[in-house]
């Protein structure tokens, strides 16, 4: 194994020199608090759910990194190795309009994901990577799931606010607004006030929120 | 700080509980009495649990002071929990801390159960900032303090994971006992089961929905292909493995140094073994709080009691209505050090 560049809580990333080439192996540990057959069998889901999705959101044309190679038995993808920035490290130091322009942006490409019927499943602002050129790639699909429902929508852009809230708590307002501009910039007026009411609803049903 | 000696008298009241305890200003525990109100079948209904302890406070007050050796006059703060929790039981803590805050002519403090589950956590524990998993009948959260406030990292979508295992274990025709509640006996038979049964694992980032798994492990009982106990420890495995997925997204997420498992459900020894494994393996310290402070108690609500007064957190009789939906990150917590 290469450098190991994260460790998550899900799978460990490593860098490595692949056929000429600076990859990502994505390995998913096998978590020993699980019992063997969970532990496989969510291994085994993820591990194929993740490039099928990742090669859905090019379609949608949001950019994702390109797969080389999955490993069912090891439990690995191995993919490129995006140059850049985790969004997380950057947004808070970001002059306001900057950061207001990279949120729209950021909402657009949940719009187009959504539109295709791709819910991420874990917008966090360190899933975002900015590339010195300026784009924004998404990675870590593991959580995605396919649907057009409101409800999935509703929760993945909640998810999306409730990073933003404990994050980005200064400026998790400013952000979620322009998040919410570039997701009506590709779905419209109409189902974007149907997702931001969804996100009310959710919001309340959580257990213990006051209703705003 | 006005750092003077002094004794709150806490009150918890949010649910099937009706607990009195008293804490020194410096953070010794000197009783904590608890009355629980156990239904003849089914959950709790709010209204007989209200009637249960406004039948009970009364005596409940008098022991805790007893135990404490305190006189009334003694007390310098009243804090009582002002929620979230069920609106009739919650009214009856509240009442009896005003009661007692007007009569004794003493401070008011109305304290954030969830806060409270923290802190006493961390006092008795020894944790310092931890990533807390607070697991109960009522609540299911994952908190971690960032910026004055314990931030909500994760929480169940739908219900908590406590009140899917009491419908499970209810469907399952299992009755709670004085000594045993329904999650014991459930972790009983779920240590005798052999063979795992898949069901449905719902994660969503930090985030759980127990509702399907409560839907599908419903649904086997009623198909009666397998044993209870394999059920049991399928519907455990399932729901617990989900609980330490999202404690260890929040551990790896927030790179906070330790791990504090609290709530009615922290008394489970098979989802403390999880949570153990699981820091173990990112080097972070596990703390269980017991089970005298991890149930609902009013210990907790004095010694929170305590850290807002110190900082000044006293509200007036007239602006203490009880809140029931009061979220924990709706809470600035002052005394926490960034």
Redesign the interface.
């Known amino acids: 194994m290469g450098v190991l560049i994260k ?4 799978a460990s990333i490593y860098l490595e020199e692949w056929c000429g080439r600076k990859v990502i192996f994505k390995r998913r540990h096998p ?5 063997a ?2 532990d496989r ?2 291994q085994i889901r993820r591990t194929k759910h993740e490039p099928q999705m990742i090669h859905k959101a090019k379609e949608a044309g949001v950019p994702t990194p390109i797969i080389f190679l999955v490993d069912l038995e090891e439990a690995t993808i191995i993919m490129e190795f995006v140059e850049g920035k985790q969004i997380k490290q950057i947004l808070n130091d970001l002059p306001s309009e900057d950061r207001v322009r990279l949120c729209r942006e950021i909402g657009r490409l949940v719009g187009k994901l959504h539109k295709s019927g791709i819910i991420h ?4 602002t ?1 899933n975002m990577i900015l590339t010195p050129s300026g784009r924004i790639v998404f990675v870590d699909f593991g ?1 995605s799931e396919q649907s057009v429902d409101l409800e999935a929508r509703g ?1 993945d852009l909640h ?1 999306m606010r ?2 933003l ?2 994050t980005h ?1 200064k400026y998790a307002d400013e952000c979620f607004n322009a998040v919410i501009d570039g997701y009506r910039e590709i779905m419209g007026d109409e189902i974007t006030k149907d997702v931001i009411n969804k996100i009310r609803e ?1 919001e309340r ?6 209703g705003r | 700080m006005r750092g003077l000696e002094g004794y709150c008298l806490g009150i918890e009241s949010t649910a099937d509980d009706f607990g009195v305890g008293i804490a020194s200003f410096d953070g010794e525990i000197l009783a904590n009495v608890n009355d629980v109100y156990v239904p003849e079948r089914g959950g709790i209904h709010p209204r007989e649990a209200s009637r249960h302890h406004t039948i009970v406070a009364g005596r409940v007050i008098a022991e805790a002071l007893n135990r404490a050796g305190l006189k009334p006059r003694e007390i310098s703060v009243i804090a009582f929990s002002q ?2 929790g069920l609106g009739p039981c919650l009214r009856v803590g509240a009442t009896a801390a005003r009661a007692l805050a007007a009569y004794l002519n003493k401070p008011l403090v109305g304290v954030n159960h ?1 806060v409270a589950h923290i802190e006493i956590g961390k006092m008795v524990s020894g944790a310092r900032d931890p990533v807390t998993l607070y697991v109960s009948g ?3 959260i994952v908190a971690a303090f ?2 004055r406030r314990y ?3 994760g ?4 219900i ?1 994971v406590g009140n899917c295992l009491d419908v499970f274990a209810r469907e399952a025709g299992l009755r709670p006992r004085a000594d045993k509640p329904l999650g014991a006996i459930v972790e009983e038979l779920a240590s005798r089961g052999k063979s ?1 049964i ?1 069901l449905p ?1 719902t ?5 759980l929905s127990f509702s399907g798994l409560l839907t599908a492990a419903i649904n086997l009982l009623r198909e009666g292909k397998y044993p209870l106990e394999d059920i049991c420890f399928s519907f455990q ?2 729901a617990f ?1 989900m609980l ?2 999202v404690t ?2 929040a ?3 927030t790179e906070k140094p330790e791990v504090l498992l609290t709530g009615g459900v922290a008394a489970n020894k098979r989802l403390q ?3 153990r ?2 820091c173990e ?1 990112h080097g972070a310290r596990f703390c269980v709080v017991p089970k005298e402070y991890a149930t609902d108690n009013g210990a907790m609500i004095a010694w929170t009691g305590v850290l807002c007064y110190k900082h000044g957190l006293t509200i007036p009789i007239e602006r203490s209505h009880v ?1 029931l ?6 809470v600035e917590v002052p005394w926490v050090e960034q």
């Open positions: 460790r998550g809580a899900e978590k020993k608090y699980r019992v057959e969970l069998a969510l499943g874990d917008l966090t360190s959580l929760v998810l409730r990073a809230a404990s708590y959710i049903r959580g257990r213990y929120i006051v | 929620g979230p969830c009522g609540n299911t960032e910026a931030r909500v990292f929480e169940t979508l739908d908590a795992f898949q694992y994660v969503k980032g930090m985030d495995e399932t493995s330490t997925e260890e997204r551990l790896a997420h073994d999880m949570l494994v699981m393996e809140k939906k009061w979220r924990l990150d709706e």
